[in-house]
């Protein structure tokens, strides 16, 4: 594959240390909502190393003029880098790759589940679904710990607002470590909780992103909740 220059354009914290990164978007770079890329820096600490290369699923929709990524960031030496990036910065970028794209069939709904920094394939699909005002049922389960750590929770909100085919339900897991007010639900994506916002929904196929823990847990939820495995597509974000 080769490899495509990209510039950092802007850079923005969209939760509690987590920060989103704005990338000019190369003439003619073409990709679904749900794939991702492989970011590379090029800062002598990691420069042609396995440390100077991530993978990121993209945030932004294809019909947006940037690209778009975001990650929690640690004391990593990518990510130590990629602090180091500045505005005008130059990288690289290889791809689009991945599967996690959107079912063809509109008439069946997508069940998102996204953990934590999981929410970054998904906001591509629901941005790229609200501006085409795409019919499909679509509803996402977004768990975080506290309202502070949910990345793009008041975008998701406004999505919620502007495409009647979304709904949206976020759940926080510890409210008591939180300085917020929050109304919503509270606890682990569970099989009641599962059950009780799937209902009426027509055959859906389920989507599931995130930390590969988080993953082997909410996959365990929908096959205790009697979700068949077919039904199930999933995305591992190694090293976490
Ligand atoms: C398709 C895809 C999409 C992703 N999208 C995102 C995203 O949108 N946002 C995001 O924050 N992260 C995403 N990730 C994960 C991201 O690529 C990094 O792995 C993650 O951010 C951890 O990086 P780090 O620098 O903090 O840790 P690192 O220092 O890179 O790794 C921490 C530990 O994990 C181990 N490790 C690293 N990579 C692997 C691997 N592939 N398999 C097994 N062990 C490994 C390392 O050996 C190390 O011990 C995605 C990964 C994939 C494959």
Known sequence: MTSTPVRLQRREEVAHGTMAFHFDK?????????QAIDLILQDPAVAGTDSGRH????????????????????????????????VGGAAAIEGPFGSLTLHNKQDRAAV??????????????LQHAAHGALKQRLLLLYSNRRPEDSAFLAELQRLEGENPSFRLIATMTQMEASHLPWMGERGKIDEALLKRVTEGLANPVYYVAGPPAMVAGLRATLEQAGVDDDDIRSEDFYGY
Request: charged content about 15%; aromatic content about 10%.
């Open 26 to 34: 190369p003439a003619g770079f073409a990709f679904k909502p749900g």
């Open 55 to 86: 993978a990121f699923s993209i945030v932004s929709a294809p019909h947006q003029d940037e690209l778009v990524v975001a990650t929690r960031m640690r004391d990593s030496a990518f990510k130590n880098a990629l602090s180091r990036l500045p």
């Open 112 to 125: 998102l589940l996204a953990g934590g920094i999981g929410i970054t394939p998904f906001m591509s699909m």
